[in-house]
């Protein structure tokens, strides 16, 4: 079956007592068994039912299972928000001791959990071009253990290459640990490409237009150990298992998000387009656009096409701010992939906490204005953006 038919159609473990064409939302924190024995093989895990819905819940169980079926993973865990996905699965892997290889191009958060968080445990970061091979193949030695990567990083709009990175883990062993979160799992196979975690904030394309928080552990069977320790471990542990309410959205969301994003990916194409003809904007990044020194690698490993992020570099911070302000159709926000276009200037903001001299070696730069392209219709953005440039 195509996957628009899978996302729609996948089957519910139990009979709804009604009959229930969506799947009802179970709000409640525990279950009851009819006999002692039951309830322990619950506990032990020997039999697959709720007991406690930190844990388990049959509404989160149905978005795992549509996620499953969608990308062909042994395992699906959804957490609280994209970066409980992330903090988890890092905790899963790494140890006192330990390194992880990864890049200085990262979100925010997940820069600060490593580099911050993560060392205070005495995990040590290796940050690296990923660009380079070499370099990477360099940092990688018996501690380490995974190479975490961002398949387009943001703000910079760096694209990985999954085949030559996934090469190397195979040959040292180790987890290829990948935040996909800029382009939807049902425009490529990130198992395909050699991952063998995947993690995505599912606040981002599959919330349906900015829901609900959300994210998902897509587990490729590689590293069995890891799964494990994240369903049978962390989420009793840590406590950070997505909610039945979000979990319902979110498989709402799921029904809808190949239009959603085959529109938006649409939409940012046209206007990535258009935006490199007008001269107030220096630079237009868009890994889709033929000028992208990863427009090749981008089309070979997603298809055709780039997302709907898109970045532009002003000439200076005060022409960022007064186009942030003078924007009257697109907001002025954070987020990814809501159903309206967002402008933000990262710079100022998601990377406010960082001194300039950090920025600066993460390519963060003070120019830089960040679109995230919405369902409107392309005009009319084009036409907002280019009355706030003037
Ligand atoms: C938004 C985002 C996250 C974090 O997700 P939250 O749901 O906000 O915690 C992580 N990685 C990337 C690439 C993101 O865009």
């Known amino acids: 079956m195509e996957k628009q038919t899978i996302a729609i159609n996948t089957p519910y473990p139990h009979k709804d007592a009604y009959g229930a064409l969506s799947m009802p939302v179970y709000h409640c924190c525990a279950y009851e068994f009819e006999t002692a024995s039951e309830m322990a093989d619950a506990f032990s895990g020997k039999v697959l039912e709720p007991d406690y819905s930190r844990t388990m819940n049959p ?84 501690n ?95 406590g950070a298992y997505m909610t039945p309410h979000a979990a319902y959205m979110q498989t709402l969301g799921l029904e809808t998000l190949s239009v959603r994003y085959a529109q938006q990916a649409w939409n940012a194409k046209t206007l990535a387009e258009q935006l490199t003809l007008l001269p107030e904007i220096r630079r237009v990044n868009y890994p889709a656009l033929k000028s992208s020194p990863y427009y090749e690698l981008a089309q070979q490993q997603f298809g055709e096409t780039g997302g709907a992020m898109i970045t532009i570099d002003l000439e200076s911070q005060e022409a960022c701010f007064r186009f942030l302000e003078r924007l009257s159709l697109v907001h002025r926000a954070t ?43 392309p005009i009319d953005i084009l036409n907002d953006i280019k009355q706030a440039l003037a």
Request: a negative charge; hydrophobic letters at 45%.
């Open 144 to 238: 380490t253990a995974a190479l975490f990567l961002e398949i387009i990083t943001n703000p910079q709009m760096e694209v990985a290459d999954l085949q030559a990175l996934s090469a190397l883990t195979r040959q040292h062993h180790i987890p290829l640990i990948a935040d996909t979160t800029l382009i939807p799992f049902t425009e490529f196979s990130a198992k395909d490409l050699g991952v063998d975690i995947e993690l995505v904030a599912s606040t981002k394309y599959i919330s349906g237009g900015a829901t609900s928080l959300g994210g998902l552990v897509i587990g490729y069977g590689t590293f069995p150990e890891i799964e494990k320790r994240l369903k049978w471990e962390l989420l009793f542990n840590l």
């Open 335 to 377: 987020n990814l992939f809501d159903n309206r276009t967002l402008a933000i200037h990262p710079y100022s903001t998601i990377f406010g906490a960082f001194t300039p001299e950090e920025k600066a070696a993460m390519d963060v730069l003070p120019t830089t204005i960040r679109l995230s392209v919405g369902l409107e219709s």
């Open 59 to 142: 509404t989160v169980t149905h978005f795992e299972d549509r996620v499953k079926a969608l990308t062909g993973a042994t395992n699906v865990v959804a957490f609280n928000s994209g970066m409980a996905a992330i903090s988890n699965t890092l905790i899963a892997t790494l140890a006192a001791g330990r390194n992880i290889v990864t890049s200085r191009h990262l979100f925010g958060n997940t820069f600060s959990l490593i580099c911050t968080t993560l060392a205070r445990y005495g995990v040590e970061a290796r940050l690296v071009d990923l660009t380079d091979v070499e370099a990477v193949a360099a940092a990688i030695d018996k």
